[in-house]
Each structure stands twice: as structure tokens, then as C-alpha cells.
């Protein structure tokens, strides 16, 4: 006989989870991993992007009743989750963790959001089901263990299905048979391609959104009565066998259970530093480091390049692509413009994602320069290391290695630093005052109903 569903154990701890069984770190963690994200949305309303997708959703059903970060208007409660998602990882600017390598806020925070105004969830209850999601988004990445990235899949949007489902229940008061029927049926639904990569196109946006509309859908269905299948994770059939395939892939399914409750995978959430694909960070702080040292760019003759071999074809293929992107998003996959931007410039922020610096020609006959290799040191997933090696037309060598990638592990992003960044996106939509009260809002946001909070974030004064 089997043992009992991986389903299972994650539908009671989805139900059981108690605001006071959070540690005070982890929550004061998570608060602050929330407030970046929310930074980072408010930053994401003044793009173009998010203004598209606004109108396409807008035109499928009007307004609704739910709040999106930044917007004036309101949405029905699948199409605010969808819009809320695109904000918080449009930019790519989102947490990861770096051993599932999943956007757990992404897949976690818009459901959570959405869903608890919607229910007009208490504070803690909203904190519950933000964490029940992170851990869960993040230990289904930990069991995959690359596997989905390998496939062509973007993890976060395959993971957020699950997360979402279990958000979505937790708040709506499901209980465990149908908390497990809800993964059931997200089941059938978990997909993310990751074909953007071939040419900057915005599906990524997208993927954590959809995958709260799978979830929320899922839920309802539960509650309803739907019958779904009971072993959606290690079924003949199920998510790994159908996705990583049974020869070349063995899920270590342990990874999503064992320490559920007692070990916060979510706490160790790296921020990012740097608004690009996190695989890319090391090279670029590389960049900027040997950028003191070489006040001439154009005396460059070669830069090698060293990423993890896993994350070549993300960052750095097809090259053609890589050393000429046609757009912000397309930059933000490539190695070879990132290093030559942050050598030019001296500096890699949103501000170099503009289309005049795409377009700069110093920094277009740079990155023709930049070969990318596997780094034979490379502790992926652990950090996602790198480093450069620049050889100089007069023959000096600059060399610079990154062994843990900042944001990670013992370099992780401070709350005092986090809230910077914070500050820093927010005060691109916002006045310094009110982001200040968003600020304060999210870090208390425990001693009142979430139905607030989204009041807050979704003003009309902050909106276009």
C-alpha cells in the first residue's frame, strides 16, 4: 500500500498552519519579502507592459471588485490576480530561492492579495496564507531539483499552481479532502514554456498570474464537490513523471514535506539586487567591480564569461540574440549585454534597461566581445556564482569572481537594505510620503485586515 499523498500533507498543513506558530523571524522575513514585492509592482505600473495587459483583461469582463496594485480601476478576482502577478515579476526584480530557482513571492503574494480582500481576511490569516504558498511553491522547485528548467519549463509558473490553490483554500475555509482535491485538479493545468527566452517576449509576466487563476479556479471547483485525482505529485501520471519524464528525472519527493512546519525554506529567499534574470547577478557585480579598474572600455579585446553550465542556455544562448536584444526583457536573459552595460556605465539598474542604452553602440561592440563558459567552480544551485576574465588590447588581464552571488545566503539583502529598495520603485509611482505609508502599512500589516492594506496599495492617487 502506498504511504499517505504528498497531497495530503500539504492539505492539513495548509489547514493546521496557526499565525502564532510563525517564528518572530520568519515573519518579520516575509514581511519584508512581501514589501519588495510590492515595491517592485508599484514600480512595474509606470511600464508600458503593464498598462497592455491592463486593457486586455479590463476587456474581458469590466469591473469588478478586487484591487490591483497601483491601478485606479478594480478587476473580477481571477483577472486581478492575473494583473497583480504581471506587476510583481514583470520587471524581474522578485526573490528567489535560489536552490528551488522559484519566484516564490510571485507565485505566492498575488493570490494571497487578491484572495483576502476578497474573503475580507484578517492580517494573520492573510500572513498564513502568504507562507503556506511560499513554502509550498518553493519545495515543489527543491523536488524538481532543475528539472523543470532543463524541460524548457519556467519553474515559478509551474510551481505558483499549486501555491495558489492552497492560498486560495486556506482563505476560502476548505477543508483537507478538498484542499487535496484542489492540487488535484492544478494537476492538470501546471505549465510554464519557457520560450521567451529565445526572443525577450513577455509569456514570463504572465506565468505566476495565470497560475493564481488555475488556483483560485481549483479551489472553487473543490468546494463545489469536483472529484480530482488524489496523487497529482507522484502519481503514474503525475506532475513529475509527466513533466521531467521517469528515466531522466528522479524527484527527491521528500524535499516538499519532510520539516514542513519546523524548517522555513521562505525565510532564505534571496532579494535581488539587480533587476535581471537572477542567474546573471555574480557576473554582473563582477562587471561592476573591474569597472574601477578599467576607466577605457573600448580597450577590451575579449571577456570570458563564467556562469553555471545549467543556466547557459537561459543567459546566455542563442548568442546572436544574447549580444543585440531587441527589448528590456530580451536584456534581462542576456549575460553578454549585462557585463557590457555594467562595464560602460559603471552601474546596472532599471535606468540601463532603457532604450537608449539598448541601443548605445559602445555597449553593442562590447558585448560582441563577452564568450560565456561553464564555470567549472560553480556551486548551483547553492549561489549562483560567476566571475570575468578581460584580456586588454595592451595585454593586462582583469580578472573577478563572485562565489556567492549577493542577495544569497551569508550576502543576503538586510531588511534595512530591502527597504531601500523598496523605497527606491515605489517612489518611481509614488510620492516619498506615501510610499512611506505603504512602507509602514506592509510591516504591520498583522494588526489589521488585509481588505486594507489593498485599499492602500491600490489608491487612485497612485495610478498612471
Same mark, same amino acid.
Given at each position: 500500500m502506498p504511504g499517505e499523498a504528498v497531497s495530503s500533507g500539504l492539505a492539513r498543513f495548509t489547514r493546521e498552519l496557526a499565525f502564532e506558530d510563525i517564528p518572530d523571524d520568519v515573519g518579520e522575513?516575509?514581511?519584508?519579502?512581501?514589501?519588495?514585492?510590492?515595491?517592485?509592482?508599484?514600480?512595474?505600473?509606470?511600464?508600458?507592459?503593464?498598462? *497592455?495587459?491592463?486593457?486586455?483583461?479590463?476587456?474581458? /469582463?469590466?469591473? /469588478? +471588485?478586487?484591487?490591483?496594485?497601483?491601478? $485606479?480601476?478594480?478587476?473580477? +478576482? @481571477?483577472?486581478?490576480?492575473?494583473?497583480?502577478?504581471?506587476?510583481?515579476?514583470?520587471?524581474?526584480?522578485?526573490?528567489?530561492?535560489?536552490?528551488?530557482? #522559484?519566484?516564490?513571492? +510571485?507565485?505566492?503574494?498575488? *493570490?494571497?492579495?487578491?484572495?483576502?480582500?476578497?474573503?475580507?481576511?484578517? %492580517?494573520?490569516?492573510?500572513?498564513?496564507?502568504?507562507?503556506? %504558498?511560499? $513554502?509550498?511553491?518553493?519545495?515543489?522547485?527543491?523536488?524538481?531539483?532543475?528539472?523543470?528548467?532543463? @524541460? %524548457?519549463?519556467?519553474? *515559478?509558473?509551474? #510551481?505558483?499552481?499549486?501555491?495558489? !490553490?492552497?492560498?486560495? /483554500?486556506?482563505?476560502?475555509?476548505?477543508? $483537507?479532502?478538498?484542499?487535496?482535491? !484542489?492540487?488535484?485538479?492544478?494537476?492538470? *493545468?501546471?505549465?510554464?514554456?519557457? $520560450?521567451?527566452?529565445?526572443?525577450?517576449?513577455?509569456?514570463k509576466r504572465l506565468h505566476p498570474g495565470w497560475a493564481g487563476v488555475a488556483g483560485i479556479t481549483a479551489a472553487a471547483l473543490a468546494e463545489s464537490g469536483f472529484i480530482a485525482p488524489a496523487r497529482p505529485y507522484e502519481g503514474r501520471f503525475g506532475l513529475f513523471r509527466s513533466l521531467l519524464g521517469v528515466a531522466e528525472e528522479k524527484p527527491d519527493l521528500s524535499a516538499i514535506t519532510d520539516g514542513l512546519g519546523e524548517r522555513w525554506e521562505a525565510a532564505s529567499s534571496a532579494v535581488k539586487p539587480f533587476p535581471t534574470c537572477h542567474f546573471t547577478h555574480a557576473v554582473a557585480d563582477a562587471a561592476l567591480a573591474l569597472g574601477e579598474y578599467i576607466p577605457d572600455s573600448d580597450q577590451i579585446v575579449c571577456i570570458k564569461a563564467r556562469i553555471p553550465a545549467e543556466t547557459i542556455p537561459v543567459i546566455a544562448e542563442p548568442v546572436a540574440n544574447k549580444i543585440k536584444p531587441t527589448s528590456d526583457y530580451d536584456a534581462k536573459f542576456s549575460t553578454q549585454f549585462i557585463v557590457a552595460a555594467a562595464l560602460v556605465k559603471g552601474r546596472f539598474g532599471l535606468a540601463e534597461l532603457k532604450d537608449e542604452v539598448l541601443g548605445d553602440p559602445a555597449i553593442l561592440d562590447l558585448a560582441q566581445k563577452v564568450e560565456c563558459e561553464a564555470d567549472p567552480e560553480s556551486q548551483f544551485p547553492k549561489y549562483y556564482s560567476g566571475g570575468l576574465h578581460i584580456t586588454m588590447r595592451n595585454g593586462e588581464t582583469h580578472e573577478h569572481y563572485e562565489p556567492i552571488n549577493r542577495g544569497a545566503g551569508e550576502r543576503a539583502l538586510t531588511q534595512g537594505e530591502i527597504t531601500d529598495k523598496f523605497m527606491a520603485n515605489a517612489t518611481l509611482a509614488v510620492s516619498s510620503e506615501r510610499a512611506e505609508a505603504i512602507r509602514d502599512a506592509v510591516l504591520c500589516v498583522d494588526e489589521f485586515p488585509a481588505r486594507k492594506l489593498m485599499g492602500l496599495l491600490s489608491d487612485g492617487s497612485i495610478a498612471r
Open positions: 522575513r516575509i514581511k519584508h519579502l512581501m514589501l519588495d514585492g510590492i515595491g517592485i509592482a508599484l514600480a512595474a505600473s509606470r511600464y508600458s507592459f503593464a498598462r *497592455t495587459i491592463w486593457d486586455g483583461l479590463a476587456n474581458l /469582463g469590466g469591473d /469588478g +471588485a478586487c484591487s490591483v496594485i497601483g491601478m $485606479e480601476g478594480r478587476l473580477h +478576482a @481571477r483577472d486581478a490576480v492575473m494583473m497583480n502577478g504581471a506587476l510583481i515579476h514583470g520587471l524581474d526584480f522578485d526573490d528567489t530561492h535560489m536552490k528551488a530557482v #522559484v519566484h516564490a513571492t +510571485a507565485a505566492a503574494l498575488p *493570490t494571497a492579495l487578491v484572495m483576502a480582500e476578497k474573503q475580507n481576511a484578517s %492580517g494573520p490569516e492573510f500572513l498564513c496564507a502568504y507562507l503556506i %504558498g511560499m $513554502e509550498v511553491a518553493i519545495r515543489i522547485g527543491m523536488a524538481a531539483d532543475f528539472g523543470f528548467h532543463h @524541460r %524548457g519549463l519556467h519553474a *515559478t509558473g509551474v #510551481v505558483g499552481h499549486f501555491a495558489a !490553490a492552497l492560498i486560495a /483554500g486556506r482563505l476560502m475555509g476548505l477543508d $483537507e479532502d478538498q484542499l487535496t482535491s !484542489a492540487q488535484g485538479i492544478v494537476g492538470s *493545468t501546471a505549465m510554464a514554456s519557457q $520560450e521567451f527566452v529565445e526572443d525577450g517576449s513577455w509569456n
